[in-house]
T-cell receptor, first 113, second 115 residues
Framework: SQQGEEDPQALSIQEGENATMNCSYKTSINNLQWYRQNSGRGLVHLILIRSNEREKHSGRLRVTLDTSKKSSSLLITASRAADTASYFCATASYSGGYQKVTFGIGTKLQVIP | DAGITQSPRHKVTETGTPVTLRCHQTENHRYMYWYRQDPGHGLRLIHYSYGVKDTDKGEVSDGYSVSRSKTEDFLLTLESATSSQTSVYFC??????????????FGPGTRLTVL
């Protein structure tokens, strides 16, 4: 079963609007990562937030992490058509001496010009 | 793309045939991973490697084997392909520096169709 579950599974917004995607997980983690995947391409890392951090920014991206609720959100501000992609959260935990990363099923974002 | 290539990029094969997918990296990263991506399932880990000849199973390893005889190459083999192994396969690497807090870098993927 997937550790992370994104919500919503699909999101359609107008260019310029903000997009918010949520991720919930079940077990304790060391960090949580967000990735973007354009159609037909591999995943690209966007941002990593550690378990002892609550919020992190990178350009138009803002990620929050609430370990008490086992949830994270990714906010993309002032969206652009080029932001159209699938977004995945991935939880990382230390298991048996090695990092285990588990991906969610993703949120498909469409930004309409 | 962190110097990761996958070959072939597309393959169509028949049920029961062996298939080997190759992942090649140019930056001598220690950790390498094979995932499959299917609609409704996201990415699922098949096998991973933490060094030459050091590999371990992921959550969906049945029907797959891997080998890593050189740092730069991580091979995924389907000994006898089945239609359920039709999928897009991604290789990823993770730099060892930075402890636990470093991301994975993904290859472009291989689309495999088993008829």
């Amino acid at each position: 079963s997937q550790q992370g579950e994104e919500d919503p599974q699909a999101l359609s917004i107008q260019e310029g609007e903000n997009a918010t995607m949520n991720c919930s997980y079940k077990t304790s983690i060391n960090n949580l990562q967000w990735y973007r995947q354009n159609s037909g391409r591999g995943l690209v890392h966007l941002i990593l937030i550690r378990s002892n951090e609550r919020e992190k920014h990178s350009g138009r991206l803002r990620v929050t992490l609430d370990t008490s609720k086992k949830s994270s959100s990714l906010l993309i501000t002032a969206s652009r058509a080029a932001d159209t992609a699938s977004y995945f959260c991935a939880t990382a935990s230390y298991s048996g001496g090695y990092q285990k990363v588990t991906f969610g099923i993703g949120t498909k974002l469409q930004v309409i010009p | 793309d962190a110097g990761i290539t996958q070959s072939p990029r597309h393959k169509v094969t028949e049920t029961g045939t062996p298939v080997t997918l190759r992942c090649h990296q140019t930056e001598n990263h220690r950790y390498m991973y094979w995932y499959r991506q299917d609609p409704g399932h996201g990415l699922r880990l098949i096998h991973y490697s933490y060094g030459v000849k050091d590999t371990d199973k992921g959550e969906v390893s049945d029907g797959y084997s891997v080998s890593r005889s050189k740092t730069e190459d991580f091979l995924l083999t389907l000994e006898s392909a089945t239609s359920s192994q039709t999928s897009v396969y991604f290789c990823a690497i993770r730099p060892a520096g930075g402890g636990l807090d470093n991301e994975q870098f993904f290859g472009p993927g291989t689309r495999l169709t088993v008829l």
